[in-house]
């Protein structure tokens, strides 16, 4: 897929003297970032604890939610709380439930301690869907519930919250979720509110769950209850895990809460979660935010989609050494299942797509990719709508049946905000539908309404996208000769960790770049290993997963411009620095 490539524009940035321990090229990846002042740039290198991280009470509504909590535990009244299914519900309805049950075994009432006031109550993705369900909170009513707390939902679930105080029960939601003109009725805890106080705006939902907790552990030593200091701390490991998955900018507060969060998480004292761990083959001590989005978080998520995702959460609080084994394997079953349910649908999309463009628009001309089957898992069509986005640059949708009911999901570049589109293409069709700029969830009911729906879709990506909105864009943080790429480099892009969203990996272009060798590598020459040499005569390797089928463009003798980042490789004790490709063209 061809990309555009843009040069950052740096404005502002800091003289390279601001740091001299670092390469010169550390300022002008701060200023890329937004970061153009001093005292900024060294509170992103040097995490400060104490000043990072903001006082739960800042929100609003905290002292509220925490005195309706304490009142439960004095009245011994049964409090559920009501995660999502993905990972940032389970870690964070995990961090919830920890900590009820920690505070509950502490409050005694009439001498007794409340061992049964606290359950949870996650459901079922294809059965019922996000988030909370008047079904459910009729449920939760005939189980004696009086106080629910939502996590990671519960703030567009205007009409269940009402029913749920006609019933006799509060709600306090934890979630970060997009909201309507009209907010429930309850016990609101999410920084984006209008008027919310709370001055960090992008956390997840664990990280709003884990400011619940914080302020929960505070009252409780208020009112005498024996809580260790610093028992809160050992809670970011949960906090680490889905501040990745969830893809909130690791910015600002999540930037600390993340670089702590994996400081616990690589010591972690959960039984669940050191046996997820193991089976994942990742390494105690040396567990970064890349193995939390592509080993750890997966199989998490893997329960809810193969599953139900109370297998995940009894995991995370599992204290038999038995019991995490058992529920460790099913994870790793789960999450093999997955993968290869969702290769097989990518092989039946791929052939729907040759078959579809026999019959109308060539598939280069689409300007959306819309797929569906009644035979496909709908947990898995938001995988699959995903992968087509990242191969084709172009917005896709995805649905498969479940019973009676067409269950899917989109994705979409930042250009079309695909929530809208499926709410316009779906009026009158859609029974439900909801999202974010670039990933949405949507259902219907009637056969009759796929084709139709799906072509409302083209028509409005046909009216609002050009060729331009759907050729993505490879942002490129600076042109450095092949002679910076040194140690000083490699160390300073390190102390840029981790990477995610609002925080990518630095990605450097180097042009006219000759090519002394060019070889495939890996099973079926998957890949493609360089040897480029710079005008000045030095040589460097290059390495480009997934590449090899590029080797006919790239050959000994031409000269190419190369974008890449940069990182360590080792082997057999020896450490090398490393230069992954991104893209490379034909020098002009």
């Known amino acids: 897929m ?98 009820l049950r920690e505070i509950g075994s502490r409050f005694f009432v009439h001498g007794s301690p ?39 939902c519960g703030i567009a679930c205007v009409e269940e919250i009402a029913l749920a105080k006609e019933l006799g029960m509060d709600v306090i939601v934890l979630d970060h979720h997009r909201f309507g003109e009209t907010l429930p009725d309850a016990f609101n805890i999410h920084p984006g ?80 979660l050191k046996k997820l761990i193991e089976t994942s083959g990742r390494t105690f001590g040396e567990i970064n935010a890349r193995d939390i ?43 093999r299942n997955r993968q290869k349910t969702t290769e097989q649908m990518m092989v039946e999309a791929d052939e729907l797509l040759v078959a579809s463009s026999k019959k109308q628009e060539a598939r280069d001309e689409a300007r959306i990719l819309v797929l569906w089957s009644e035979n496909w898992a709908p947990a898995l069509v938001g995988l699959v709508a995903g992968r087509f986005l990242e191969r084709t640059g172009k917005p896709c949708v995805a649905f498969g049946k479940h019973g009676d009911t067409w269950i899917g999901s989109g994705r979409s570049p930042a250009s079309y905000d695909i929530t809208e589109a499926v709410k316009r293409a779906g009026d009158g069709l859609l029974t439900r539908a909801g999202g974010h700029i670039q990933a949405c969830g949507f259902s219907f009911t009637d056969d009759a309404h796929a084709p139709l729906f799906a072509e409302r879709l083209r028509a409005d990506a046909h009216e609002r996208l050009s060729d331009m909105d759907l050729t993505p864009e490879l942002q490129i943080d600076t042109v450095i000769p092949l002679e910076d790429v040194t140690w000083s480099l490699v160390e300073t892009v390190e102390r840029f960790q981790p990477f995610g969203v609002g925080n990518a990996a630095p990605v450097f272009l180097t042009r006219g770049l000759v090519v002394s060798e060019a070889m495939p590598i890996g099973n079926g020459g998957k890949h493609l290993r360089l040897l480029l040499r710079a005008p000045s005569g030095i040589f460097q390797k290059f390495i480009g997963f997934g590449m090899g089928e590029r080797l006919p ?36």
């Open 2 to 99: 061809k990309k555009r490539w843009r040069v950052l524009s740096t404005e502002n940035a800091l003289a390279p003297e601001a740091f001299p321990s670092f390469h010169p090229i550390a300022t002008t990846l701060l200023a890329n970032r937004g970061i153009t002042d001093a005292l900024d740039a060294e509170a992103f290198f040097h995490t400060d604890w104490e000043t990072g991280v903001h006082d739960p009470f800042l929100f609003s509504r905290m002292r509220e939610a925490v005195a309706r909590v304490f009142s439960a535990f004095e009245n011994g009244e049964r409090i559920t709380v009501h995660g999502d299914y993905d990972a940032d519900g389970v870690t964070g309805s995990t961090a919830v439930i920890t900590t």
């Open 114 to 152: 409340p061992t049964d006031t606290v359950d949870y109550y996650i459901p079922h993705r294809d059965k019922e869907g996000y988030g909370l369900r008047k079904e459910t909170v009729g449920l939760l009513k005939e189980r004696g519930t009086s106080l629910i707390i939502t996590v990671d």
């Open 193 to 272: 509110l209008p008027g919310e106080t709370y001055p960090f705006k992008h956390l997840a939902a664990v990280g709003v769950s884990w400011k619940f907790c914080v302020a929960l552990l505070t009252e409780a030593r208020s009112r005498g209850l024996e809580i260790p200091d610093g028992w809160d701390k050992w809670l970011l490991d949960l906090v680490s895990i889905a501040t990745v998955t969830d893809m909130v900018p690791l910015v600002g507060e999540n930037r600390v809460l993340l670089m702590y969060g994996l400081k616990v998480l690589n010591k972690t004292r959960r039984t669940g």
């Open 293 to 335: 989005g592509f080993s750890i978080g997966p199989r998490i998520n893997a329960a809810g989609r193969m599953d139900h995702a109370s297998v995940a959460l009894n995991l995370m609080l599992s204290e038999s050494e038995e019991e995490a084994d058992r529920l460790a394997t099913d994870l790793e079953t789960h999450n």
């Open 553 to 588: 463009e790239i050959t000994a003798g031409s000269v190419v411009d190369v974008v890449y980042d940069v990182g360590v490789n080792e082997w057999n004790g020896r450490r090398e620095i490393q230069c992954k490709i991104i893209d490379a063209r034909a020098s002009q």
